[in-house]
């Protein structure tokens, strides 16, 4: 079983970029497709973006979109969120989570990394 761990939240100011990383342990977290996803104050938790588990296929939210970038380097299992040009709206517990498809079948939640950004 994958044990994910995430790191590199923050407060950063609006127009700001914060990177996130997701630590796999474990030997088979090439073989999933990996998905970070949000949840912020009162909302249901909201996917943000997924990857394959060769990474030659992303998808991503609409509202992040030109701004979010999904990568991963299974040699280090880990993965990664880059996130420029901040807004408020952004303001959430991100998650990453080992999927079995892009997008689909996500579990092995971490503990999520707070993300804030400020006005």
């Known amino acids: 079983q994958v044990q994910l761990v995430e790191s590199g939240g923050g407060l950063v100011q609006a127009g700001g970029s914060l990177r996130l990383s997701c630590a796999a342990s474990?030997?088979?977290?090439?073989?999933?497709?990996m998905g970070w996803f949000r949840q912020a104050p009162g909302k249901e938790r909201e996917f943000v973006a997924g990857?394959?588990?060769?990474?030659?296929?992303?998808a991503y939210a609409d509202s992040v979109k030109s701004r979010f970038t999904i990568s991963r380097e299974n040699a280090k299992n880990t993965g990664y969120l880059q996130m420029n040009s901040l807004e408020p709206g952004d303001r959430a517990v991100y998650y990453c989570a080992g999927c079995s498809a892009l997008g689909n079948g996500c579990g092995n939640w971490g503990q999520g990394t707070q993300g804030t950004v400020s006005t």
């Open positions: 474990g030997r088979t977290f090439s073989r999933f497709a």
């Open positions: 990857i394959t588990w060769r990474g030659g296929t992303t």
